[in-house]
């Protein structure tokens, strides 16, 4: 399968903990990557590898993973996180194409 | 400072055609694969096409497969994508990003860890 499937929408209370996940098959052979993108920006890298942030991503966003699902955590979650956030890997078909999920929408409360 | 610029969007008419470019800086612009990423309006990330950071290999979505071709120039350090037989679908923000990847704790990793700030292709008569 060449899909990656994330929530549309989740919302978080200021300074608690939320989830975001993304589902797919290709995430048995890839971590995913995980970008942040807020209105009339370019996407931002935050997650990729194992668990690594770029730098100047706060340590406040870290990622998971387990069998076919991925997770970005942010502990503590900041007004300026709201934003749109997607999942990201290569297609594990072998055929070489990139995959990214719908995005979930992020709204801090 | 490790920057893509894109240009040459604009607005142009169904079945026409029209090339991206995207300046790289402040890397090794050849030792690195390259991707376009384009966003509709109101919409999510589409994955467009990709290339290898020598030019010799080429990937496209199933979606303008046909339609687009990427190339690059190292000497010039600059992406191309250029767009043929333009659909009003086909409007959409355009990003260049660059491309890692590889193999670690037992899994792969992909990624793209620098973008541009996109260019604006309008399809419409």
């Known amino acids: 399968s060449s899909e990656l499937t994330q929530d549309p929408a989740v919302s978080v209370a200021l300074g608690q903990t939320v989830r975001i996940t993304c589902q797919g098959d290709s995430l048995r052979s890839y971590y995913a990557s995980w970008y942040q993108q807020k209105p009339g920006q370019a996407p931002v890298l935050v997650i990729y590898g194992k668990n690594n942030r770029p730098s100047g991503i706060p340590d406040r966003f870290s990622g998971s993973s387990s069998g076919n699902t991925a997770s970005l955590t942010i502990t503590g979650a900041q007004a300026e996180d709201e934003a749109d956030y997607y999942c990201?890997?290569?297609?594990?078909?072998?055929?070489?194409?990139?995959?990214f999920g719908g995005g979930t929408k992020l709204t801090v409360l | 400072e490790v920057q893509l610029v894109e240009s040459g969007g604009g607005l142009v008419q169904p079945g026409g055609s029209l090339r991206l470019s995207c300046a790289a800086s402040?890397?090794?612009?050849?030792?690195?694969?390259m991707s376009w990423v384009r966003q509709a309006p109101g919409k999510g990330l589409e994955w467009v096409s990709a290339i290898s950071g020598s030019g010799g290999s080429t990937y496209y979505a199933d979606s303008v497969k046909g339609r687009f071709t990427i190339s690059r120039d190292n000497s010039k350090n600059t992406l191309y994508l250029q767009m043929n037989s333009l659909r009003a679908e086909d409007t959409a923000v355009y990003y260049c990003?660059?491309?890692?990847?590889?193999?670690?704790?037992?899994?792969?990793?992909?990624?793209?860890?620098?973008w541009g700030k996109g260019t604006t292709v309008t399809v419409s008569s």
């Open positions: 990201n890997s290569r297609d594990s078909s072998g055929n070489q194409l990139v995959v």
């Open positions: 990003a660059k491309d890692k990847r590889g193999y670690s704790h037992r899994r792969y990793y992909y990624y793209m860890d620098v």
């Open positions: 402040g890397f090794t612009f050849s030792s690195y694969a």
